[in-house]
């Protein structure tokens, strides 16, 4: 009995090494990959700078700095160079927005009409009253609008509630163009809507909030919604496809594309991420683990289509939630896989860095599948 005991603890003993030594081995050549293929990548499209980071818990396991951040003067990319990360601002928003549901000024399953006094939404075939707040947050409340242009000058931006109206000619007003809460359909507009309405609930400019309730609590001193001249100055160039320099682009609808960040900010989040899905109740840094665990659940309205949680995206092969962001010269994506606290950033300053990022993506993905595959679960 004794014998058949220790060959049973010594088998499970071996079993746990084995599986722990072939997730480091996929780990390992997971970085070996980026450091031979993405540099190839960049040179075949043209991109001229890229960040790339692998996240474990609370360590960063591999880190890179491809190329440059200004070709011009062979400036490299640093863990302090500022990067557009376009539709990530989502991210972020969302975060802000359930600060606020957790302090109980807003109602996450309320209707977005309460809290809209500057604007409301055009008349239309369908109830705008069923346009809640969770629905914003997981482009299921049936609104038009998917992206944004950005402008060169800052003068000519429209403010936000001509934005939200379609005032200036090359915007879509904002509308209800499909049943609210039955399907997914991604709209950059709805996050908008989120943007004015923390601006109606906190009487404060949303960049400003923001950066004060949301990205200084978490250490994200370099990243900012308001784009100024000490962010400007930290930021990378951002090239077009054919890697030529343009003009940076400004956002009215930050909400939606306008957060500036830069490599050590965005590790420091992925870290927090970790800290509060691993410690329960002892984290509530802006939000608490239940409201983050919240926002990890998918919409059911989504979940044929697009699965979405709040501010996230589901990638259900890994059990892994993401968002990619783009702007005219920007490419970038974070994922986070809550099992594995298994964590990725791709930072780009070009147009056709997707793909960089699609590569380490699909490869990060591939690799959780298998460690998933190796461990049992």
């Known amino acids: 009995m004794k014998v058949v005991l220790f060959n049973w603890f010594t088998f499970q003993f071996l079993y746990l090494i084995s599986t722990t030594l072939c997730a480091q081995i996929n780990i390992d050549q997971l970085a070996k990959d980026f450091d031979t293929e993405i540099p190839k990548i960049m040179k075949a499209n043209h991109v001229p700078g890229a960040f790339v980071a692998l996240i474990e818990s609370d360590q960063v396991i591999y880190q890179a700095y491809f190329g440059y951040s200004d070709l011009k003067y062979k400036l490299p990319i640093t863990n302090q160079t500022g990067f557009n990360i376009g539709s990530i601002s989502k991210v972020f928003a969302a975060w802000g927005i359930m600060r606020l549901v957790e302090k109980g000024k807003i109602g996450l399953d309320s209707a977005a009409n309460k809290y809209l006094n500057q604007w409301q939404f055009p008349e239309s075939d369908y109830d705008s009253n069923l346009i809640t707040i969770r629905s914003l947050l997981s482009h299921t409340a049936g609104l038009s609008v998917h992206g944004y242009y950005g402008w060169k000058k800052v003068k000519n931006k429209p403010t936000l509630l001509e934005s939200l109206s379609g005032t200036p000619k090359k915007y879509t007003k904002v509308a209800l163009i499909a049943e609210p809460q039955t399907k997914y359909q991604y709209s950059g507009g709805g996050y908008s809507v989120l943007q004015q309405i923390i601006e109606e609930v906190t009487g404060d400019k949303f960049e400003h909030y923001m950066d004060t309730a949301v990205l ?69 840094t802006v939000i608490s683990a239940s409201t983050l665990n919240e926002m990890l659940k998918v919409v059911p309205a989504s979940e044929k289509t697009i699965p979405y949680g709040l501010g996230y995206r589901r990638q259900h092969s890994s059990n892994s939630w993401w968002h990619g962001g783009a702007n005219s010269g920007w490419w970038a994506i974070i994922g986070i896989n809550p099992q594995h606290n298994f964590g990725l950033i791709v930072l780009t300053n070009s147009f056709s860095g997707n793909k960089v990022e699609r590569f380490a993506f699909e490869a990060w993905n591939k690799r959780l599948i298998e460690i998933t595959n190796s461990q049992g679960n």
């Not at 001193?221 to 160039?237: C, P, V």
């Not at 050590?264 to 984290?283: A, E, R, V, W, Y």
């Open 216 to 284: 200084s609590p978490m250490g994200m001193y370099n990243s900012s919604f308001t784009i100024d001249d000490r962010i400007l100055a930290q930021s990378s160039k951002e090239y077009n496809k054919r890697g030529r320099e343009i003009q940076f682009e400004h956002f009215t609808e930050t909400a939606a594309a306008g957060l500036h960040t830069t490599p050590d900010d965005l590790i420091k989040f992925i870290k927090l991420t970790f800290s509060k899905l691993n410690s329960g109740k002892s984290d509530s």
